[in-house]
């Protein structure tokens, strides 16, 4: 595994019933760093194995088990009044109000009060990195100037 598909941007697979939900480009599992893609289900759905949510990768190819969402078994409260107003493009919840859209973790809510869209993490501070913030769908990106390392 590793962070190949980050450099010149390799876009996830779409899932169906699914949307992205993040890219990570710091994923560890020991002294291994790699990319990995988070998917969440689309309303009325969810996944038919919740331990199958990313995939992960390798040489500029996303690998790995492709997420599956299949319709929700109900149980999800509130499901049903949000799929009958409006149209959240992403996340949807139920308030005393009534239906409320909201967005997953990169991204923020347009005044149409339906739409998400990518928020730039670089706009602030540059993210925290110590050189170069590279703005990514729901997530971002640090990289090292030419003739620097970020492995010391």
């Known amino acids: 595994l590793d ?19 993040g890219y990570d480009a710091r994923s560890e599992r020991g002294h291994l760093q790699f990319a990995e893609v988070s998917y969440t289900c ?6 038919e194995d919740p331990q199958i949510s990313s995939l992960f990768c390798q040489e500029r190819r996303w690998r790995g088990k492709q997420p599956r969402c299949v319709p929700s ?3 999800e409260e509130g ?33 149409d009060g339906e739409t998400c869209e990518d928020k ?12 170069t913030c590279e703005n990514r769908p729901g997530t971002f990106m640090c990289s090292c100037a030419t003739g620097y390392s970020g492995f010391g």
């Open 3 to 21: 962070s190949s598909c980050m450099e010149n941007f390799i876009s996830a697979p779409s899932v169906k019933n699914a949307g992205v939900s």
């Open 42 to 47: 689309n309303q009325g759905y969810q996944l």
């Open 73 to 75: 078994s109900g149980g």
């Open 79 to 111: 499901k049903e009044i949000c799929g009958e107003v409006g149209s959240c493009e992403q996340l949807c919840h139920v308030e005393e109000s009534g239906p409320v859209c909201s967005c997953y973790e990169g991204f923020i809510l347009t005044d």
């Open 120 to 131: 730039d993490e670089c706009d602030d501070d540059d993210g925290g990195c110590a050189q």
